[in-house]
């Protein structure tokens, strides 16, 4: 499955952005799905995950209560909702796919739990 991410843009501080990412077939539903960013000089960091079926949801600290996850099986696209963006958020963006565990439901932890994923969006916020 091929994974494709849009939305990126530059907005102002405290301004709101919609990620979305599509597949491209509808073997997505299997699979839990992730978004991260990396920035210039740092390591890829998971910033939400949503199981497969779209039940549980896990946030990194560092986004948790401004950015919800979110999917949509039957149109085989997931969203990333971000609210109060901050300069520290300027990074390139990503989603991934767990296509080697279909239909899991345990937990998360980094990037190398996902194998599939799709380009990045940048996303750019300034002050």
């Known amino acids: 499955v091929q994974l494709q991410a849009s939305g990126g843009g530059l907005v102002q501080a405290g301004d709101s952005l919609r990620l979305s990412c599509a597949a491209s077939d509808g073997t997505f539903r299997r699979y839990g799905l992730g978004w991260f960013r990396q920035a210039p000089g740092k390591e890829r960091e998971l910033l939400a995950v949503?199981?497969?079926?779209?039940?549980?949801?896990d946030y990194a600290d560092s986004v948790r209560g401004r950015f919800t996850i979110s999917r949509d099986n039957a149109k085989n696209t997931g969203t990333l909702r971000m609210n109060g963006l901050e300069p520290e958020d300027t990074a390139d963006y990503y989603c991934?796919?767990?296509?080697?565990?279909?239909?899991?439901?345990?937990?998360?932890?980094?990037?190398?739990?996902?194998?599939?994923w799709g380009q990045g969006t940048l996303v750019t916020v300034s002050s």
């Open positions: 949503i199981r497969w079926n779209g039940g549980a949801k």
């Open positions: 991934a796919l767990d296509t080697l565990r279909p239909y899991y439901s345990g937990p998360y932890y980094d990037s190398r739990d996902f194998d599939s």
